[in-house]
């Protein structure tokens, strides 16, 4: 099992509020990322990470934003939750072996902003 | 044209049924290949890598062929719990180093 959390699980949240959703991994990877992902779709990278003090956005633009201030979190922040928002968001960190890269996810995060 | 390209199904097979899924890719600079499984709800885990010459763990089969961009996986003997969305993922290197996901190929194995 990879030692990748999530917090919180679930989380129903009016429109407007702030919410940060928590990521902390404690494998030591330099690489981390956040996807979203509407049931039944694909994943979308929105913001990712090479290391303390380095982000950078994806490919699926986001209102959100993330920081690097230590190397095993990784939050994201939604300043005004909109029910737009509403989705699964995911966390990632990687390592890379032998040549390969391999990816673990967290349970995710799952969203819902009425 | 997406990166990566699945049939996304879902495949209904009975119980000890041999599927297989293929997925495409367009970025020749593509320099690894893996299968994830995805259960409802929950997150994506490795399945297994992809190599060149092709790779076995146990009852799946994953073969790449680089000449046609084309990843294949194939599920002998299916189990009940074989049932989940597959995922083709390509590992793209230089500038900006990233996995890049499939949408995801369903299977659903019946009794």
């Known amino acids: 099992e990879a030692d990748i959390y999530q917090t919180p699980r679930y989380l129903v949240i009016g429109t407007g509020k702030k919410i940060t959703l928590e990521c902390s991994q404690t494998?030591?990877?330099?690489?981390m990322y956040w996807y979203q992902q509407d049931p039944g779709m694909e994943l979308h990278l929105i913001h990712y990470s090479y290391g303390v003090n380095s982000t950078e956005k994806g490919d699926l633009s986001s209102e959100s934003t993330v920081s690097r201030i230590r190397t095993e979190h990784f939050p994201l922040t939604l300043e005004s939750a909109r029910p737009s928002h509403t989705s699964q968001y995911l966390c990632?960190?990687?390592?890379?072996?032998?040549?390969?890269?391999?990816?673990?996810f967290g349970p995710g995060t799952r969203l819902t902003v009425t | 044209r997406k990166e990566v390209e699945q049939d996304p199904g879902p495949f209904n097979v009975p119980e000890g049924a041999t599927v297989a899924f293929n997925c495409t890719y367009s970025?020749?600079?593509?320099?690894?290949f893996f299968w994830y499984r995805q259960d409802c709800r929950k997150e994506p885990k490795l399945l297994m890598s992809v190599y060149s010459s092709g790779n076995e763990d146990g009852r799946f089969t994953a073969q790449l062929n680089r000449a046609s961009q084309y990843i294949s996986l194939l599920i002998r003997d299916s189990k009940l719990s074989d049932s989940a969305t597959y995922l083709c993922?390509?590992?793209?290197?230089?500038?900006?180093?990233?996995?890049?996901f499939g949408a995801g190929t369903r299977l659903a194995v019946h009794p």
């Open positions: 993922v390509v590992y793209v290197s230089g500038g900006y180093n990233k996995l890049i």
């Open positions: 990632a960190s990687s390592e890379e072996r032998l040549g390969a890269i391999e990816q673990y």
């Open positions: 970025n020749s600079a593509s320099q690894s």
């Open positions: 494998m030591g990877h330099d690489k």
